[in-house]
């Protein structure tokens, strides 16, 4: 017998990843077979699967608290922003099409079957299923065709528990909003209602708790206290990417309009010799830097033009004649060439630009998505690197000669003449703790024997700790219903 329940917010970025993650640890030491369901979502930070497709981080993280392999079922419909109004739409972890949002609108009734089948294949032989949705139930403008929050909800038949961020101020018009917009057969669905990210002495918010259920008739189910702990987790939401002070090694990384799997900074954040410094649009790159990271990007050639808007290229060449070191990962790799072109308007109209001209490569875009997990080696040192591969584009060029990374038998990525360039399209490698402390000794960093993997298991039993401590468990596992 399988159960649901399902996790919406108030309103976005209410933690609800987070919450998901921590409970779905949570049932798992209760022996319970759970796993994380998002049917849709919105992020350029993606995994790649064990089944060969594409999910969001997220869920990719909440697999590892269930103890997982992610999978393509546990995120059916994910959109990856290219545009300020269009996204790529990848369906059962493979690229659909790419659509305007009125368009995408149009296209929502029709994924519904498919956020469907995923959801009944994930629940076969599980205890559990966990639900997230995306953004609020609140906004009912979208709840026709609606896929993400209750439209699912109602067609899977799953009981919803609400979320409100006290953080933000406003969390009792948040809540008791919700319950006013929402249509009858909605309100039936949900059973109860928790406070997250609360700052301060928790007991302080009754009088709000009590308000907000007489007023709702919601079960409350918990205040949860602000989790210290979360910058040390993978981060879905880009708006979460931070400057995380730390040692004297400086690394600076442009925030590129349509950044992606900004998940390759995480490792190094969490080095305590190592200060990484997120560079927001209209700020010069720091003369100081120790190694400037250009990361992943979802529309490689427009951000390209918004790195030159912002003067970054100056800022590079300057960094490059004071010796400094430059590292490309995907788009960030392909800027770094001489070219980029785009016969096909893969990106947008069809184009040929200049890139940054720091490596001798050139890079053509092709209709053909890459999705694979990869294991490689650091010749320079033989350390094993695992990551994994999500790109469009063929990268070929004379510095391809110097490939740095070792991939499957194959050379991997480009270097300049002094080695101080180089790019690659291999995601994840700084979690590979041998590959990591090898690379950062190069920068004059010597980051003793810390295990990324380790820290990021410490901090999901903190975050489950916390989560038994301030939200009602059992009563969330009680409300879950038969599906």
């Known amino acids: 017998m399988t159960k649901a329940i399902m996790i919406q917010g108030a309103g976005s970025n209410v933690g609800k990843s987070l919450l998901v993650a921590g409970l779905a640890r949570a049932a798992r030491r209760r022996g319970l077979s759970v796993a994380?369901?998002?049917?849709?979502?919105?992020?350029?930070?993606?995994?790649?699967?064990?089944?060969?497709?594409?999910?969001?981080?997220?869920?990719?993280?909440?697999?590892?608290a269930a103890g997982l392999e992610p999978l393509i079922d546990m995120n059916p419909v994910l959109l990856k922003p290219e545009t300020d109004t269009g996204a790529q739409v990848i369906v059962q972890g493979r690229r659909h099409s790419t659509l305007r949002a009125r368009d995408y609108a149009a296209l929502k009734p029709q994924l519904l079957a498919a956020v469907l089948q995923s959801f009944r294949r994930l629940a076969a032989g599980r205890d559990l299923i966990l639900v997230e949705g995306a953004g609020s139930p609140a906004e009912t403008n979208l709840r026709q065709g609606d896929i993400a929050n209750?439209?699912?909800a109602a067609a899977a038949?799953?009981?919803?528990?609400?979320?409100?961020?006290?953080?933000?101020g406003g969390v009792i018009a948040q809540l008791v909003g919700t319950h006013a917009v929402l249509d009858a057969g909605d309100l039936g669905l949900i059973r109860g209602f928790a406070i997250n990210k609360f700052r301060g002495d928790p007991t302080l918010f009754e009088d709000g708790t009590r308000s907000i259920a007489s007023r709702t008739g919601w079960a409350p189910l918990g205040v949860i206290p602000w989790f210290d702990q979360a910058w040390k987790l993978p981060a879905e939401d880009v708006m979460d990417i931070a400057?995380?002070?730390?040692?004297?090694?400086?690394?600076?990384?442009?925030r590129l309009n349509r950044i992606a799997n900004f998940d390759d900074l995480d490792p190094?954040?969490?080095?305590?010799?190592?200060?990484?410094?997120?560079?927001?649009?209209?700020?010069?790159?720091?003369?100081?830097?120790?190694?400037?990271?250009?990361?992943?990007?979802?529309?490689?050639?427009?951000?390209?033009?918004?790195?030159?808007?912002q003067g970054w290229d100056i800022d590079l060449a300057a960094h490059r004649r004071r010796g400094g070191h430059v590292l490309g990962i995907c788009g960030g790799y392909q800027m770094l060439g001489r070219t980029i072109r785009d016969p096909e308007g893969i990106e947008g109209p069809a184009s040929e630009v200049e890139g940054l001209g720091l490596l001798d490569i050139e890079t053509v875009m092709t209709p053909h998505k890459r999705l694979a997990l990869s294991r490689a080696t650091y010749p320079a040192t033989g350390a094993a690197v695992a990551g994994y591969e999500i790109h469009i584009g063929q990268t070929e060029g004379p510095d391809r000669v110097?490939?740095?990374?070792?991939?499957?038998?194959?050379?991997?990525?480009?270097?300049?003449?002094?080695?101080?360039?180089?790019?690659?399209?291999?995601?994840?490698?700084?979690?590979?703790?041998?590959?990591?402390?090898?690379?950062?000794?190069?920068?004059?960093?010597?980051?003793?024997?810390?295990?990324?993997?380790?820290?990021?298991?410490?901090?999901?039993?903190?975050?489950?700790?916390?989560?038994e401590a301030h939200l009602d468990v059992d009563a969330i596992l009680g409300l879950a219903a038969e599906i």
Request: with cysteine.
């Open 150 to 152: 209750m439209g699912f």
């Open 268 to 309: 190094l954040v969490g080095e305590p010799g190592v200060t990484v410094e997120i560079v927001e649009r209209g700020r010069a790159l720091p003369g100081d830097a120790d190694l400037v990271l250009i990361p992943g990007s979802k529309s490689t050639i427009a951000d390209l033009a918004d790195f030159r808007a």
């Open 402 to 467: 110097r490939g740095w990374l070792d991939l499957d038998g194959r050379p991997e990525g480009a270097a300049s003449a002094d080695g101080k360039v180089l790019g690659c399209y291999l995601h994840g490698m700084f979690a590979s703790d041998g590959f990591r402390r090898a690379y950062l000794a190069g920068l004059g960093v010597d980051v003793g024997h810390r295990s990324h993997a380790s820290d990021v298991e410490a901090a999901l039993e903190a975050l489950a700790d916390h989560i």
């Open 157 to 168: 038949g799953v009981p919803v528990i609400i979320v409100g961020d006290i953080d933000r």
């Open 243 to 254: 400057t995380r002070p730390g040692g004297a090694c400086k690394i600076v990384v442009p």
């Open 36 to 64: 994380p369901f998002k049917p849709q979502n919105m992020s350029n930070n993606a995994a790649v699967t064990a089944d060969g497709g594409e999910i969001g981080r997220a869920q990719a993280l909440q697999a590892l």
